[in-house]
């Protein structure tokens, strides 16, 4: 299968021979499990002290019948403050959690390598459906070619007016002006310093990240992955399939390198 691959500035360079990574079948399910399993990966352990919500002086009656009161512990004291209110207990105000949250439980989840290989793979080659692409929001309609493959020097772009002028000749600009139209949040989420949601734009796949990660950075959404890093958590952003995604001619080579089972048996089978 082959494709059409562009320079820096827009215009056609020739044909490339795609990977045969990009005729593996799109598991849109496997995609989703791949990509809760590895977002599992980064959440932090929580829990509450053993005695948090009891280190109160709230006692009961005792005995607790013949008072004529409830059986629940109250506040003790000399007088004033929250003396004969209720305390220590799950159910009372400023009272312990009745079940809290434990450093104990498991949240870190595990997925087969094989499985995780081939929704690599998937994700990877939906990012030749244009389809696929603008069904996730993204605005590809003057782009005829995919996946989009670049020549090598876009690697070597790092200042942002060079690569702001890549954006409008591989016709990528409307994509990226897409997240500046987003609202401001409103209630908790601005009061505590999340009022503004960044989404995500166009992923450029290379071989070496270093120089262009420079040059994207004052472009919103837009992101830079070498190919050893790269993820299904990069290709499909809360688990929906597919990103619009650049490919540079040595980032396909790279990419023909990554071995899977089903790979091998599509080879068999040819």
Do not use: W
Request: charged share 25%; net charge positive.
């Amino acid at each position: 299968m082959k494709t059409v691959s562009f320079s820096i500035n827009g215009s056609k360079e020739g044909e490339v021979e795609l990977p045969l990574i990009f005729s593996t079948p799109f598991r849109v399910e496997l995609i989703h499990k791949a990509f809760t399993n590895l977002n599992s990966h980064k959440f932090q352990p929580q829990g509450r002290h053993p005695t948090a919500g009891m280190d109160v002086v709230a006692r009961s009656n005792d005995p607790p019948t013949g008072q004529h009161q409830a059986r629940i512990a109250k506040m003790k004291g000399g007088g004033g403050g929250r003396q004969g209110q209720a305390g220590g207990v799950a159910s009372v105000r400023g009272g312990r959690q009745a079940h809290p949250p434990i450093v104990d439980k498991v949240i870190y989840k595990k997925l087969n390598k094989k499985e995780n290989k081939l929704a690599l793979c998937s994700a990877i080659a939906a990012t030749a459906s244009k389809e696929l692409i603008q069904s996730r929001g993204h605005k590809v309609e003057d782009i005829e070619s995919f996946p989009i493959i670049v020549s090598n020097e876009i690697e070597s772009i790092s200042k942002a007016t060079e690569f702001s002028k890549v954006l409008n000749s591989l016709n990528l600009m409307n994509d990226v002006k897409r997240l500046e139209t987003r609202k401001a949040r409103t209630g908790k989420s601005s009061l505590r310093g999340r009022g503004k949601k960044i989404g995500k734009s166009v992923l450029f796949v290379t071989k070496d990240s270093a120089n262009i990660r420079k040059a994207c950075g004052s472009f919103p959404g837009v992101e830079v992955r070498a190919v050893k890093d790269l993820s299904v958590l990069d290709l499909a952003p809360g688990s929906d399939p597919i990103r619009l995604t650049v490919y540079s001619k040595a980032a396909l080579e790279e990419i023909a390198k990554i071995k899977s089972t089903h790979l091998e048996l599509m080879v068999k089978i040819k």
